[in-house]
């Protein structure tokens, strides 16, 4: 079948992206009543896509209010399927030098009025809640998160998509979205994508989502959809995805590097998330440690490429040793590369898109662009989009805030709680 003359499959909701942000917005869309629901994605299993290669932290210590509040939201409804998600309220522990701590006391401020309890440690307190952190010399103090944690990702988002498929969205798999076509009207919209119609190997996922010229190579069909709205989640790809849907979209994808290490001197499986002012961030993974660091100056791009040994030697064992003798015999096990998809305010974009080319008001939407905090905002994002959708007005949480208005306006959300 030639790629363009496919039959049309009409849908009312067509959704381009099935992480967590796609799958949170088909879950909410449903459950307020939408029906025709399609969620498209390359790689339904998502092992290239943020979703999958995060640290899995998810925390309302931020600075601005509307990303705290995104949080609260979203670590709220974890709780309450804790068991189902792998949410635990290990906290998040933020190491603060006397040039950092102030900043940290006023965001607590801010993160108390809005419900969100945080405690502030001396460095003495510090020892003896941690006491395997014995170098502290730099230290002025700590915050501390006690509902702050960790979540599986993986089943966080197999929790949305269960709720979805429950009120009929279906999820489509193997779908590469390529184009789009007007239709001379304005009630629909027309997207072009190529499908396969078997599973794609990873060096194939890999040359589909870097753009490379071997994608030509596979055994593509074509498909067509017609859509009432289009919504774009594609994360990392949200600036292909708009560019497609008839806008330009400000936000880049960066790569970001993780790894996992032996941490045989020290026990760290009673602790959360804890966050070096180095930039340094880990936690336990199982019987070991997960750290992650951002490294300054990655170039935009997608680049999937794992540093190994050196990045763990380069970056985190001397951040982590600075902070404990126990951290000598750190050994580095394994880790991977995934993308942080970035808006230049560091804070998501959530809304309905003005101004695309192709289609007038109401037709398009968008959330990405969570700058390394989708996951935690999964919840309360994917729930605010479908009451601006639905009721077209914030209801939950006021995400007004987040709409991609305010690079041109200058309301930009600045946040400074980013690792
Ligand atoms: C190393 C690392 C650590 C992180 N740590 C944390 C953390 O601790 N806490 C936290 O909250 N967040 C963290 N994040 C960020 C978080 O993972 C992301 O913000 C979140 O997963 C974004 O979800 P998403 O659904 O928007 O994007 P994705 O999960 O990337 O989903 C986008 C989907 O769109 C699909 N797609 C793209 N283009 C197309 C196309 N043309 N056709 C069809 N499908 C397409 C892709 O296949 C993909 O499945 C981290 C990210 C990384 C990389």
Redesign the pocket.
């Known amino acids: 079948m030639s790629l363009h003359a496919a039959p049309v499959q009409k849908v009312d909701t067509l959704i ?8 949170s917005v088909a879950m909410h869309l449903a459950r307020m009543g939408e029906r025709g629901i399609r969620v ?5 299993e ?1 092992s ?11 925390r309302a210590t931020f600075g601005q209010p509307a990303n705290i509040e995104m949080s609260r939201i979203s670590i709220n409804y974890f709780a309450s399927v804790a068991d189902e998600v792998g949410y635990r309220p290990c906290g998040y522990l933020w190491l603060k030098t006397p040039e950092s701590l102030p900043a940290a006391l006023k965001a607590r401020e801010l993160q108390q009025k809005l419900g969100w309890n945080v405690e502030a440690w001396d460095v003495a307190e510090l020892r003896r809640r941690v006491p395997f952190m014995d170098k502290t010399d730099d230290l002025a103090g700590a915050v501390f998160a006690p509902r702050d944690g960790l979540v599986n ?1 993986n089943l966080l988002k197999n929790h949305y998509r269960a709720k979805a498929r429950e009120l009929g969205v279906v999820f489509e798999d193997r ?4 184009g789009t076509e007007s239709m001379g009207d304005d009630a629909r919209i027309r997207v072009l ?1 190529r499908q396969l119609h078997s599973p794609a190997f990873h060096e194939a996922k890999l040359s589909v ?1 870097a753009g490379r010229p071997e994608m030509e190579g596979l055994p593509w069909t074509g498909a067509r959809f017609e859509a009432r709205r289009v919504i774009n ?6 600036p ?2 708009a560019k497609l849907l008839g806008y330009s979209c400000p936000s880049h994808p960066v790569r ?3 790894c996992i290490f032996d941490c045989r001197d020290v026990d760290l499986t009673p602790f959360g998330m804890m966050v070096d002012p180095s930039g340094v961030y880990f936690h336990p993974e199982a019987s070991n440690g997960l750290a ?1 660091f951002a490294q300054s100056g990655e170039p935009a791009g997608v680049n999937y490429h794992y540093d190994g040994e050196s990045f763990f030697e380069e970056f985190i064992w001397p951040a982590l040793y600075e902070r404990s003798t126990k951290f000598e015999r750190l050994k580095h096990l394994t880790g ?6 970035v808006s230049p305010d560091e804070s998501a974009i959530i809304g309905e898109v003005a101004g695309s080319s192709l289609a007038s008001a109401g037709r398009i939407f968008e ?2 662009s ?9 919840y309360g994002a994917g729930l605010a989009l479908a009451e601006k959708i639905v009721r077209n007005r914030y209801e939950t949480v006021d995400a007004a805030v987040f709409s991609a208005d305010r690079f041109a306006t200058g309301k930009l959300l600045h946040e400074q709680a980013v690792i």
């Open positions: 381009i992206g099935a992480g967590l942000i796609g799958s498209v994605d390359f790689d339904l998502g290239l896509s943020s979703s999958e290669l995060n640290a899995g932290g998810v990702p779908t590469w979205i390529t994508a989502f989640c594609a994360g990392p790809w949200a292909q995805i970001r590097q993780v992650g991977w590369a995934g993308l942080y998809e959330a990405h969570f700058s390394g905090h989708g996951a935690m905002h999964s």
